[in-house]
């Protein structure tokens, strides 16, 4: 491995993420101002005012955190609904030139919560499963405006810090259509020019039959790949056009586009954190949760990185040399480094793309992908859902820190009161329950443990990893549970999918909810004993609080998984 190279790549990547952070979140900023003006201005203002009129929209016309809610959840179930009856006929509907039937019922109610939540989690393999009409129809459009979603929410939060006795957070459908025309639309329209240039394929043909060396006949996926794999990474969902995902050479052509799509999934979340910090006039706090979410990020890499290039000691002793490190599951086009890089990047962000198989990660790199999930991706996060559960961690911190002090916690002006902590409470609880207590029932049901391809420590990681990826609407896998078996068992499809549901909306109300009562606050001034949310001690108190919440919470099953795997491997015992 290629050590200077691996560095110089990662020096490349935080370099340009740093780049991209300001000016974007200025853009970010303008477009979720309600007047806020653009450079598109020109081009989009006619497309927005008309999408106003046809839908009877008023922009002007603010929303209550309870209004503001209602619209999320209705817009949210109808989406889902059109979504499951596309699935369940897409055999009566256009552009099938395979001819794939319908899904089950269990797989679509599967599918459909998947991507109207932002998880993306794939009980099927694309190519084999799906017409281009319910990959574009029903699955893209999901990708768009569950991550329109995802940003209004953040906005919305926000807009409740900086405001003072308030009683409105903004307009659910105004932001729904600015951040779809004036961010996603654009940016992906762009991006998906250039990964058509770099050789991935954008057709409506039916799917080549080619002949092997062998002479035996191969199939080969044809379809609209680029402009689902452009929001895809930008709107951090994952779902891949393909079973193989970002492993497959048409969803992932080149280092180039290797490169810039695990930028893309980072974009978006890295610049809401200074567009944070221009809303509520306090820069320097912005900066300070960004370099929270850096310094997490940059230890997950390391740790995975190291533990994938150590490799396994039992290849070790069978002659693998140890430089060789852990390649098993990965494409040799990108090796360990990018594999471990993309792998930490899609994990902790809410994005389930993959370049490489996590099932195959040696234990502690495996641990890694794993428990960024379950710190509730916060490490820079899905787009919007990153930030907005960063300040739930934030307003948790600042509590502490006011217990530690002896006085009422304050949040920029806002103190932090009883029914605040326990909306905060409410989501870390609600999100913990959900993905421990589906793992100890999959556990310990005979339903769950036939889905299994591994026995032991590594097959209870499986499922931790399932669940844990479900509520955290993260979608990536281990890649070694069967979901939707042959005998169409629908149990593993139909709890997964009411994980992910669990996991967006009972994370969603409460964050709302928040966001009005702070909204309805008076500004506290200033005083000796007010707790700073900008300096070092502040970026400590949120990292420590991120890990020790994770820690406390999921340490017991991670003990009973990857880190008993550990020592097992150590001993020469392989699952």
């Known amino acids: 491995m290629n050590l200077p190279n691996a560095w110089l790549q990662f020096a490349l990547f935080l370099g340009a993420l740093l780049l991209l952070t300001k000016p974007l979140g200025l853009f970010l900023e303008r477009v979720l101002e309600p007047r806020g003006k653009t450079f598109l201005d020109p081009v989009v203002r006619p497309l927005e005012r008309l999408t106003y009129r046809l ?36 055999d009566r509907l256009p552009l099938n030139p395979q001819n794939f039937p319908g899904l089950s019922a269990h797989l679509a109610f599967n599918t459909a919560a998947s991507f109207t ?58 932001d729904l259509v600015r951040v779809t025309y004036y961010v996603l639309v654009p940016l992906c329209l762009v991006f998906a020019v250039f990964l058509v240039s770099q ?25 609209p790949m680029a402009s689902q794999v452009a929001i895809k990474m930008l709107g951090t969902n994952g779902g891949g056009f393909v079973n193989a995902n970002a492993a497959h050479p048409y969803e992932n052509p080149t280092p180039l586009a290797n490169f810039l799509q695990m930028l893309a999934i980072f974009a978006i979340p890295s610049a809401l954190t200074y567009t944070l910090g221009r809303m509520v006039k306090n820069q320097r706090h912005g900066w300070a949760v960004w370099s929270a979410m850096a310094s997490l990020f940059i230890a997950g890499v390391l740790v995975c990185w190291w533990a994938e290039a150590a490799g396994n000691p039992i290849h070790q002793k069978l002659g693998i040399a140890a430089a ?15 594999s471990a890089l993309f792998a930490t990047i899609t994990t902790d962000a809410s994005c389930g793309a993959v370049n490489s198989m996590h099932d195959s990660f040696t234990p502690l790199g495996g641990l890694v992908p794993l428990f960024n999930i379950q710190t509730g991706e916060v490490i820079f996060g899905g787009v919007g859902a990153g930030l907005y559960g960063m300040l739930i961690f934030v307003v948790l911190a600042v509590f502490i820190a006011g217990l530690m002090v002896g006085r ?55 499922i931790l990893y399932a669940y844990s990826s479900a509520v955290g609407n993260n979608g990536s896998a281990f890649a070694g549970l069967t979901a939707n078996p042959a005998d169409s068992d629908p149990r593993y499809n139909t709890t997964l999918g009411f994980a ?46 991120v890990i020790l919440v994770g820690a406390l919470t999921y340490l017991p099953a991670l003990a009973m998984g990857p880190v008993v795997e550990h020592f097992l491997m150590g001993a020469g015992n392989l699952f």
Not at 66 to 77: D, E, H, N, Q, R
Not at 211 to 223: D, K, L, N, P, R
Not at 530 to 544: A, K, M, N, Q, S
């Open 500 to 545: 992910m549901l669990i996991g967006r909306f009972l994370m969603i109300v409460p964050i709302l909810a928040l966001a009005g009562s702070l909204a309805g606050k008076k500004l506290v001034p200033a005083s000796a004993g007010t707790f700073r949310v900008e300096g070092l001690t502040f970026v400590v108190l949120l990292i420590g609080t």
């Open 324 to 338: 060789d490190g852990n390649l098993e599951g990965k494409e040799v086009r990108f090796g360990i480094f990018n």
């Open 408 to 462: 009422t916690p304050e949040y920029l002006g806002k103190k932090i009161q009883a029914y605040d902590v326990k909306l905060v409470m409410l989501v870390l609880i609600a999100l913990s329950a959900a993905t421990l207590g589906g793992t100890a029932w999959a556990n310990a049901s005979a339903w769950g443990q036939a889905g299994l391809n591994n026995a032991g420590p590594h097959g209870f990681s499986e």
């Open 55 to 90: 839908c009877g929209i008023d922009p002007e016309r603010e929303q209550s955190w309870l209004a503001y809610a209602f619209s999320v959840l209705a817009f949210s179930l109808v989406g889902l609904l059109f979504t499951y009856f596309i699935l369940r006929f897409q």
């Open 117 to 174: 939540t932002n998880t993306n989690w794939q009980s099927y393999g694309g190519e084999s499963t799906l017409s281009y009409f319910s990959q574009m129809v029903g699955l893209t459009i999901h990708n768009f405006t569950s991550a329109a979603v995802g940003i209004g929410i953040a906005a919305a939060l926000v807009r409740g810090i900086a405001r003072q006795s308030a009683a409105t957070i903004g307009n659910f459908w105004a």
């Open 199 to 223: 050789g991935m394929i954008q057709n409506f043909a039916p799917y080549t039959a080619a002949q092997t060396v062998e002479g035996a006949t191969q199939t080969i996926a044809q379809g």
